[in-house]
């Protein structure tokens, strides 16, 4: 698999998942499918890289950039740059899988330092060519494409230190070019934790997390990541801004909050500074619940968030066919367990589960589980313990595996989120998936992950076999029609994927003219050419 398209687009460490038994009966049932099926390579992109387009710099452009950052650290191969040329957006994922990258950088650069940094945007600046920052690759909003070619700018060889912890303000100061797990067992050697765990976790960067405002699966306890910044360094065309670590100030707007969520289109993050946490392991208290109706299990959460207690870590409902699905796939149906909740009118295709965890002191995680457990049961719960919790926990990371199997035998499969007010949540939910379930032969889970005292996200992902030979065409017309259903019906464009040039065109309408032109000047005076990422947020107007 080495140096073909597939290496690029298969997620996480490459290795080749296998669908378990129970996602091919639910494929089988669903979609028709025959053993025949299941032996299909659909657009399997094995095909070694090969780009039609030749970096188009000039050589004398190329020499000043291997005199900044030296010549191993500036790559024009074909694999580098089709490598950094995507994300994994479902339609970046199909372009790949047909070899087909239109406009890749010109050249990949991987710089040492905040000086080498400056130099390379103030001659990209000078020349006006487009500079696009990345880390992890695992947007999935389209927010790393090269419309422009240039220079993909990334951060993950030589931006991954973290600088020693400091206990009295329970802070750590992290380079964006660091991975989740080296972060994580940097914190918990240490006895913290930062607590910022999204699905990307594995194969993500701190920058990325910032840039794209992303939450982790924990965020009900440990806040977004604009909650767990507390400051952080960037460098722009128009200079360099560094934000203190204050605990909180009134001199003027936040400025670090005009960078998190920026997807690179303001400046390169350079250093970030990060609140952290007691890491209490021992103290996690788990438990988890079986509704009898949707309803019910997302006015119990409600009811749980805005008791006054505090909130839980991991607090996760999934919606009936979810829940279905969960239980097809891990062969619970029918079992004596699954006869028992039926005969207490737990019934099949309307019945929700409900997981939570509680962190931070012992007393505290003993009474707020205690008090959980009052408020489930009243809302007509079954209590089915903690081990359900825990088993999600372990595999929480592993489903985002499944993508490439499923293309594989020609399966669309994508996952959109919002979030909602509690008050349009129900209707909300209702009118996507009526509109995911009007295309044939789909099928739909949902479910809450991210809670908060006024509303909540809705996480929705579907599969419906592709159309062959007319795959993005199709794909492009139903994620439109999804988009304009969550608009429509008051959900936000997007909860913590990031915007990127997949939701831009839906931006004005969101915020308004008044409030995009006051972020476009932003952009105008931190980047006056337009060379930061263009094209992303703002829509391909942004680029000059």
Same mark, same amino acid.
């Given at each position: 698999?080495?140096?073909?398209?597939?290496?690029?687009?298969?997620?996480?460490?490459?290795?080749?998942?296998?669908?378990?038994?129970?996602?091919?009966? +639910?494929?089988?049932?669903?979609?028709?499918?025959?053993?025949?099926?299941?032996?299909?390579?659909? /657009?399997?992109? *094995?095909?070694?890289?090969?780009?039609?387009?030749?970096?188009?710099? &000039?050589?004398?452009?190329?020499?000043?950039? $291997?005199?900044?950052?030296?010549?191993?650290?500036?790559?024009?191969?074909?694999?580098?740059?089709?490598?950094?040329?995507?994300?994994?957006?479902?339609?970046?994922? +199909?372009? /790949?899988?047909?070899?087909?990258?239109?406009?890749?950088? *010109?050249?990949?650069?991987?710089?040492?330092?905040?000086?080498?940094?400056?130099?390379?945007?103030?001659?990209?600046?000078?020349?006006?060519?487009?500079?696009?920052?990345?880390?992890?690759?695992?947007s999935v909003t389209k927010?790393?494409?090269?419309?422009?070619?240039?220079?993909? +700018? *990334? /951060?993950?060889?030589?931006?991954?230190?973290?600088?020693?912890?400091?206990?009295?303000?329970?802070?750590?100061?992290?380079?964006?070019?660091?991975?989740?797990?080296?972060?994580?067992?940097?914190?918990?050697?240490?006895?913290?934790?930062?607590?910022?765990?999204?699905?990307? !976790?594995?194969?993500?960067?701190?920058?990325?997390?910032?840039?794209?405002?992303?939450?982790?699966?924990?965020?009900?306890?440990?806040?977004?990541?604009?909650?767990?910044?507390?400051?952080?360094?960037?460098?722009?065309?128009?200079?360099?801004?560094?934000?203190?670590?204050? &605990?909180?100030?009134?001199?003027?707007?936040?400025?670090?909050?005009?960078?998190?969520? #920026?997807?690179?289109?303001?400046?390169?993050?350079?250093?970030?500074?990060?609140?952290?946490?007691?890491?209490?392991?021992k103290n996690t208290a788990?438990?988890?619940?079986?509704?009898?109706? !949707?309803?019910?299990?997302?006015?119990?959460?409600?009811?749980?968030?805005?008791?006054?207690?505090?909130?839980?870590?991991? !607090?996760?409902?999934?919606?009936?066919?979810?829940?279905?699905?969960?239980?097809?796939?891990?062969?619970?149906?029918?079992?004596?367990?699954?006869?028992?909740?039926?005969?207490?009118?737990?019934?099949?295709?309307?019945?929700?589960?409900?997981?939570?965890?509680?962190?931070?002191?012992?007393?505290?995680?003993?009474?707020?589980?205690?008090?959980?457990?009052?408020?489930?049961?009243?809302?007509?719960?079954?209590?089915?313990?903690?081990?359900?919790?825990?088993?999600?926990?372990?595999?929480?990371?592993?489903?985002a595996y499944m993508r490439?199997?499923?293309?594989?035998?020609?399966?669309?499969?994508?996952?959109?989120?919002?979030?909602?007010?509690? *008050?349009?949540?129900?209707?909300?939910?209702?009118?996507?998936?009526?509109?995911?379930? #009007?295309?044939?032969?789909?099928?739909?889970?949902?479910?809450?992950?991210?809670?908060?005292?006024?509303?909540?996200?809705?996480?929705?992902?579907? /599969?419906?076999?592709?159309?062959?030979?007319?795959?993005?065409?199709?794909?492009?017309?139903?994620?439109?029609?999804?988009?304009?259903?969550?608009?429509?019906?008051?959900?936000?464009?997007?909860?913590?994927?990031?915007?990127?040039?997949?939701?831009?065109?839906?931006?004005?309408?969101?915020?308004?003219?008044?409030?995009?032109?006051?972020?476009?000047?932003?952009?105008?005076?931190?980047?006056?050419?337009? $060379?930061?990422?263009?094209?992303?947020?703002?829509?391909?107007?942004?680029?000059?």
């Amino acid at each position: 698999m080495k140096n073909t398209y597939r290496s690029i687009f298969v997620w996480g460490d490459k290795h080749e998942e296998v669908l378990e038994k129970g996602v091919i009966e +639910l494929v089988k049932e669903k979609f028709g499918y025959t053993e025949e099926d299941f032996k299909q390579h659909y /657009l399997y992109g *094995d095909n070694e890289v090969t780009l039609g387009k030749a970096c188009s710099l &000039p050589e004398k452009i190329i020499d000043q950039f $291997i005199a900044i950052s030296g010549k191993e650290n500036v790559d024009s191969g074909d694999y580098e740059r089709a490598s950094h040329s995507m994300g994994y957006f479902f339609s970046e994922l +199909l372009m /790949l899988r047909k070899g087909m990258i239109k406009t890749p950088p *010109d050249v990949v650069i991987y710089p040492r330092n905040e000086d080498e940094i400056s130099l390379i945007l103030t001659l990209c600046n000078k020349e006006n060519i487009a500079v696009t920052p990345m880390g992890g690759r695992s947007s999935v909003t389209k927010g790393l494409e090269t419309p422009k070619g240039g220079i993909s +700018l *990334d /951060l993950t060889r030589h931006f991954d230190n973290i600088s020693d912890i400091n206990e009295i303000n329970q802070t750590v100061k992290v380079q964006p070019g660091v991975y989740g797990p080296v972060l994580e067992k940097f914190l918990n050697t240490h006895g913290y934790t930062c607590g910022h765990f999204p699905q990307s !976790f594995e194969y993500s960067t701190v920058g990325g997390w910032v840039a794209a405002r992303g939450a982790g699966q924990e965020s009900t306890y440990y806040g977004k990541i604009e909650n767990i910044v507390l400051a952080m360094k960037v460098v722009s065309p128009a200079g360099t801004i560094e934000t203190k670590d204050y &605990p909180a100030s009134a001199e003027g707007w936040d400025l670090s909050k005009t960078f998190i969520g #920026s997807e690179g289109s303001l400046g390169i993050i350079t250093e970030i500074t990060l609140r952290i946490k007691k890491y209490r392991p021992k103290n996690t208290a788990f438990t988890s619940f079986i509704f009898k109706d !949707f309803v019910s299990a997302t006015t119990c959460m409600r009811k749980i968030m805005q008791a006054g207690f505090g909130a839980p870590a991991l !607090f996760r409902i999934s919606d009936p066919e979810e829940t279905a699905t969960a239980f097809k796939i891990k062969e619970f149906d029918n079992s004596f367990s699954d006869k028992i909740l039926k005969s207490f009118g737990y019934a099949p295709g309307k019945r929700c589960l409900m997981f939570v965890t509680v962190e931070g002191d012992k007393d505290y995680t003993a009474l707020a589980k205690k008090k959980i457990k009052k408020i489930a049961k009243a809302h007509g719960s079954f209590h089915s313990g903690g081990k359900a919790a825990k088993d999600w926990l372990k595999q929480r990371y592993s489903s985002a595996y499944m993508r490439d199997p499923l293309m594989d035998i020609g399966i669309m499969t994508d996952t959109v989120e919002t979030a909602v007010p509690w *008050d349009k949540l129900l209707t909300l939910w209702k009118a996507v998936r009526d509109y995911l379930e #009007s295309r044939e032969k789909t099928h739909v889970m949902a479910h809450i992950s991210h809670v908060y005292e006024n509303g909540a996200n809705l996480y929705f992902t579907f /599969l419906s076999p592709m159309k062959k030979g007319e795959e993005l065409e199709d794909y492009t017309a139903y994620h439109k029609g999804l988009i304009d259903t969550i608009h429509k019906n008051g959900g936000s464009l997007s909860h913590h994927h990031g915007i990127g040039r997949a939701l831009a065109p839906w931006m004005e309408d969101e915020m308004g003219k008044t409030a995009m032109g006051l972020m476009k000047a932003s952009k105008d005076f931190l980047d006056p050419k337009g $060379i930061l990422n263009p094209g992303s947020i703002f829509g391909e107007s942004s680029g000059r």
